[in-house]
């Protein structure tokens, strides 16, 4: 007879929100104490079952469609409606917090676990850590340590069921076997159902109670007998089922495009719009800078001609040469300096964790490998992508500055013709006649050499070595910095020399 | 359901991230466009000459003002010279139907007299009245300082030197050449020549001698006369009248003609050197810091300390009432203006449009302040 506390799913229905269904009215159920494996093909749906049960899906996008009953001792969700706090899971991969130490991974999830967990016996959790120090740094750490820290922060978040995403993926055969017979001690101690969704299953099935499948064919969860043989043969029959469609259908003509061999000059263009798009064409890029450029002409003005011992002065008779000085300064020093630290600021961070991701997660030892050219095509993108939107965003900046300026302008002096601001505002620029030219060509100076300074310093540190998530976190606010700086000092060496006559 | 490779929210925001990034790239163009000067717009452009013909050179651009009924006054566009002695006025759009009965062009020198001329009757009143508390006040203290020691020992040397180069310069000015020229020309050539050789040399070292004379007889006066107040040049009237009694300037109009001393010409050549004197000394830009100095100077402090609040009532009551300053500070173009062609000591002119009823009130104020431009081909161009 079942436990009246056994985990129990019932017509567990999940559709992506590409309109993916993955399973439609499934049911299956766990037993106190019960090891229970969940296979299937990739793509089938493991993870998004075991999202489904811990609560974690539709996190991001509210697309999905989950619906089902989950029943736990005196406990019922329906997911259609609640999400799922039942299962604390082990993530794939472990999801460790690398800033914080192992010890620390523990105690902040300690810290926050539920009241009743006062007499908690913490004896399962410490066999899992024998052999880590607390102190020890989750770089540290090896593969199965990382493993077993995560199984441990788990546990002490005390949830009533135990689920594992891929929990040996990547270990040895050692550890792997290692880890298996220590989840299923906790199982077992604990008197807990195990959920562990995995690939791998030859060191786990051992171990197991109950092998459920997610058989995409008919998209339900069956169980199977915990033997290899039948697990393969099942496989099997669910892989000639989706992947071993024949080559005519409609996607493997598009996967031929794909694998055929063209020109490789393209990949500048898509590495280059990739970029342009984030680092100038994005919504939050251009509003960015084009509120800075709003501030900075609001800001002029007003302090311009007000705050001001002669402030009646300024704003009367010496209004002419006021508004003109100010319209020089903004469209000449002020705007290209403020877009330039706006954009290598937002820029350099972006470059940098762009670069530290694919380092840390070894793209580019993955091109390496394959032949790409990879750090030409990023690097010389970034640069070119950068240096023509800092230009673009800087005209842009200059549009919104000059426009907020004559608002704001327009706000001190409502009965005063718009051409009139126009005149004086633009005065200095339309008197040096040809060599307005040259004016043009120092802000350009300025905007290059910030730009190419300000990449150069984000490429560098972004391509340094990455050992976490921390180091590329550091290397983001390093950019920023010496971005910036790098910025600053190329306006004012251009600045000294463009106004050294 | 379809299965779509994209989900509909990734899409979503894809397309709504390209619609945000196209309306804000279109919101700075726009932005940009409406703000950057473009050609002038000829259908707001108006042809006009001079009343009398020869009209005055103009430099590059000059601004155009529109005095409105309450006698504020605003931009209202740029003339610059057109061909056949004309002038092309550029009306801003934004403006261009901005006090439609102003149909009467002016064009004025940049003096404070315009500021004058277009203030009300209440700033007129208010800056005569401390004009003649500074005339009255003010008097004995500045005959004091005159006669003082200090003064004659540190300050008169200085003043000596601007005088100087103030002759110079009157001497310079197109009118007084005119003068000159007027009296030449009833002389033959060999005189001519005379004249402009030896005689300038020694009319131009005597004048300057007897300038402080000059000074001394109208220094109350200086400040009043863009305000209506009438100068005294008689005392370089006498001076140059003097100068051409001189003995070795007699010598030399022997061939001349004694009587042509006393001819309207040389007259008016002695009154245009004074008014361009005058004139000169007003644009001497080292004068104002002459002046604070003797008025902060503590030897003279105690002589001076009436004039000086009189002065102090005055200076802070002409920007009041002349450049738009006050509680509510606001823009007086005009103003803008001419005070710094005052300050730059540049001379661009100024067209301002008025009513028929204002061009008739500043004509009796001050006739000689401006000059008429009627339009020049009786219509807009376009």
């Not at chain 2, 309306?23 to 050609?39: N, Q, R």
């Not at chain 2, 209202?76 to 901005?98: K, Q």
Request: proline share 4%; with cysteine.
């Amino acid at each position: 007879m079942k436990l009246a506390t056994d985990l129990t799913v019932s017509g567990l229905t999940i559709r992506t929100p590409a309109g993916v269904l993955l399973v439609e009215d499934a049911s299956f159920e766990a037993a106190h104490g019960e090891l229970v494996l969940l296979i299937g093909p990739s793509g089938s749906g493991k993870t998004s079952i075991i999202n489904a049960l811990c609560g974690l899906i539709g996190e991001r996008d509210s697309a999905w469609q989950v619906a089902g009953l989950i029943q736990f001792g005196d406990r019922q969700i329906d997911l259609a409606k609640t999400r799922s706090d039942l299962c604390g899971l082990v993530f794939q991969g472990n999801a460790l917090f690398d800033d914080l130490s192992a010890g620390e991974n523990l105690r902040i999830a300690a810290d926050h676990s539920p009241q009743s967990r006062a007499g908690y016996d913490p004896t399962p959790v410490l066999s899992l850590l024998s052999d880590i120090h607390p102190d020890k740094t989750v770089a540290a750490c090896s593969g199965g340590q990382k493993q077993r820290i995560a199984i441990a922060r788990t546990l002490v978040a005390d949830h009533p069921v135990l689920v594992l995403d891929e929990p040996n993926s990547g270990l040895d055969i050692k550890s792997s076997r290692r880890l298996a017979s220590l989840i299923k001690k906790i199982c077992t101690e604990r008197s807990m159902p195990v959920i562990i969704a995995a690939h791998h299953v030859d060191d786990l099935l051992p171990l197991a109670d109950k092998v459920l499948l997610v058989d995409s064919t008919t998209r339900s969860i069956i169980r199977v007998t915990p033997d290899m043989l039948a697990i393969e043969a099942e496989l099997m029959r669910l892989d000639v089922g989706t992947g071993g469609r024949p080559a005519t259908s409609a996607n493997a003509d598009r996967w031929r495009k794909h694998i055929r061999r063209g020109s490789s000059a393209k990949w500048f263009g898509r590495y280059f719009a990739e970029y342009f798009w984030v680092l100038c064409a994005s919504p939050y890029m251009l509003a960015y800078v084009g509120l800075g450029g709003i501030i900075l002409g609001f800001v002029s003005i007003w302090f311009g001609f007000n705050y001001h011992a002669f402030g009646g002065y300024l704003k009367s008779i010496l209004h002419d040469e006021t508004l003109a000085g100010i319209g020089f300064v903004q469209t000449t020093i002020a705007v290209p300096l403020v877009a330039s630290i706006l954009v290598v600021a937002r820029n350099s961070a972006v470059i940098s964790a762009d670069l530290g991701n694919r380092q840390l997660s070894s793209q580019f030892r993955a091109m390496g490998n394959l032949n790409i050219p990879g750090l030409g095509y990023l690097v010389a993108s970034i640069i070119a992508a950068n240096t023509l939107s800092l230009l673009l965003l800087t005209v842009a900046a200059l549009a919104t500055a000059s426009w907020s300026a004559f608002q704001t302008w327009y706000f001190f002096f409502p009965d005063q013709p718009f051409e009139f601001w126009q005149e004086n505002y633009f005065r200095r620029l339309i008197e040096s006649g040809p060599s307005l030219l040259i004016e043009i060509g120092w802000a350009a100076c300025k905007i290059v050499l910030s730009s190419i300074l300000g990449s150069a310093a984000a490429i560098i540190i972004g391509l340094r070595p990455k050992t976490s998530v921390v180091s590329i976190n550091n290397a983001i606010a390093e950019a920023i910095v010496i971005g910036v700086s790098m910025a600053l000092l190329a306006h004012a060496f251009f600045a000294i020399l463009q106004f050294w006559r | 359901m379809q299965v779509r490779w994209i989900s509909e929210s990734e899409l979503l925001a894809r397309a709504t991230s390209g619609l945000i990034s196209g309306i804000l790239i279109l919101g700075f163009a726009v932005a940009g466009w409406s703000i950057v000067p473009h050609a002038a717009a000829t259908d707001y452009s108006r042809i006009y000459q001079d009343e009398l013909p020869g009209l005055v050179a103009l430099p590059d651009e000059v601004p155009v003002f529109v005095m409105r009924r309450d006698r504020s006054v605003i931009r209202h566009g740029s003339a610059t010279s057109a061909p056949g002695d004309r002038l092309r006025v550029d009306i801003f759009r934004s403006v261009a139907d901005e006090a439609p009965d102003a149909t009467e062009a002016l064009l004025f020198q940049p003096t404070l007299e315009v500021l004058w001329l277009v203030a009300n009757e209440e700033s007129q009143a208010e800056l005569r009245r401390l004009l003649g508390a500074l005339q009255e006040e003010g008097a004995g203290a500045i005959e004091a300082v005159i006669m003082s020691d200090i003064f004659n020992h540190t300050y008169r040397p200085m003043l000596r030197s601007l005088l100087s180069d103030a002759v110079s310069r009157a001497w310079e000015d197109e009118q007084t050449q005119d003068a000159f020229a007027d009296l030449l020309r009833t002389s033959d050539t060999a005189m001519r020549q005379v004249l402009r050789g030896e005689i300038e040399a020694i009319l131009t070292s005597r004048v300057k001698e007897a300038l402080w004379a000059t000074v001394q007889a109208n220094w109350t006066n200086v400040i009043g006369v863009p305000f209506g107040y009438e100068l005294d040049y008689a005392p370089v009237v006498s001076a140059v009248t003097a100068v051409l009694q001189d003995p070795l300037v007699h010598q030399k109009f022997v061939t001349f003609g004694r009587e042509r001393l006393t001819t309207d010409e040389a007259r008016r050549l002695a009154e245009r050197l004074a008014i361009g004197l005058i004139d000169s000394l007003l644009r001497e830009t080292r004068l104002p810091k002459v002046a604070s100095e003797i008025m902060w100077d503590p030897r003279l402090r105690n002589i001076l300390h009436p004039f000086s609040e009189s002065a102090m009532n005055l200076v802070s009551a002409l920007p009041r009432n002349l450049g738009g300053l006050g509680k509510d500070s606001s823009l007086n173009p005009l103003a803008a203006h001419i005070f710094k062609a005052l300050v730059l000591g540049r001379h661009t002119p100024l067209v301002m449009f008025v009513t028929p009823q204002d061009r008739t009130r500043m004509e009796q104020l001050s006739p000689d302040a401006m000059r008429f431009l009627i339009s020049g081909d009786g219509a807009k161009t376009t």
